[in-house]
């Protein structure tokens, strides 16, 4: 493994990212960059346009983004672009193994679950409003809950975040707790501050800012602003 954030004094990684009032998996690759301070050059992609798909294959094969691109090399998926710069820069990942273990099996949870969450609680940075999950979805959040718990507890001394410093675990629960505010889900305690460090991160406020001037999409299956059911879950 290669040391540090300095790898990038030769080439720059270029991030492609959709709308930041909507696009839950461009933030976790945005906010752990950011975060970690791996320097990269941001190209936005405005999602719910009638050529928005043309124009992310261009970039990205799988047509989605975020996708990352160093040299030649081109990156899609969440989830690889957090695997992919782990092998350059050791921050991305906790440096205890057990830790380490626990981080990447609870960010794979995130990335390949909460179906129900992502659904009824669509991430939409800018609106405020209440809203009372299905059953379904209440089993989500307290599985999150449970998560957020035993990170803390048992890894987390170290710093604010689930493994101590933050790390891509984190980067991943960035979006949850987006929709948490948004949908004022009531959190208490170690999940409640946990829920905080993530919005109080610099990199978050500098994404809310910038969602919150973003022009909305003009497509048809746009999110609405005012809506709390948008059609597209992301
Ligand atoms: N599993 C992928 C999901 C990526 C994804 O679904 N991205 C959405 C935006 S949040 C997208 O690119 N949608 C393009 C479209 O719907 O045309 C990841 O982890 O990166």
Redesign the pocket.
């Known amino acids: 493994m290669v040391s540090g954030s300095t790898h990038r004094a030769i080439g720059m990684y270029t991030l492609y990212i959709?709308n930041k009032n909507?696009?839950?998996?461009?933030l976790?690759a945005w906010v752990l960059m950011k975060t970690l301070g791996i320097a990269f050059e941001e190209r936005q992609l405005p999602?719910y346009e009638p050529d928005?798909?043309q124009r992310?294959r261009r970039v990205s094969p799988?047509?989605?983004?975020?996708c990352l691109h160093d040299g030649d090399i081109v990156v899609?998926?969440?989830?690889a672009i957090a695997e992919y710069l782990a092998e350059k820069h050791r921050e991305v990942w906790p440096a205890d193994a057990s830790a380490r273990a626990w981080a990447r099996s609870a960010a794979a949870e995130m990335?390949s679950g909460f179906a129900r969450l992502r659904d009824e609680l669509t991430m939409n940075v800018k609106l405020r409003t209440g809203k009372t999950p299905s059953a379904a979805a209440a089993a989500e959040i307290a599985r999150i809950v449970s998560l957020w718990r035993e990170g803390r507890e048992r890894f987390g001394s170290g710093g604010d975040f689930l493994c101590g410093p933050f790390t891509a675990v984190d980067a991943f629960f960035c979006p949850v707790a987006f929709r948490f505010q948004t949908y004022a889900v009531a959190l208490h305690n170690v999940a409640g501050a946990y829920c905080r460090s993530l919005l109080d991160l610099p990199a978050m406020h500098e994404w809310a800012s910038a969602a919150a001037t973003e022009a909305e999409p003009r497509g048809v299956q746009a999110p609405s602003a005012a809506a709390t059911s948008p059609a597209?879950p992301?």
Do not use: F
């Open positions: 959709g909507y696009s839950t998996w461009s976790r999602l928005t798909s992310i799988s047509g989605r983004v975020p899609w998926d969440s989830l990335h597209q992301t």
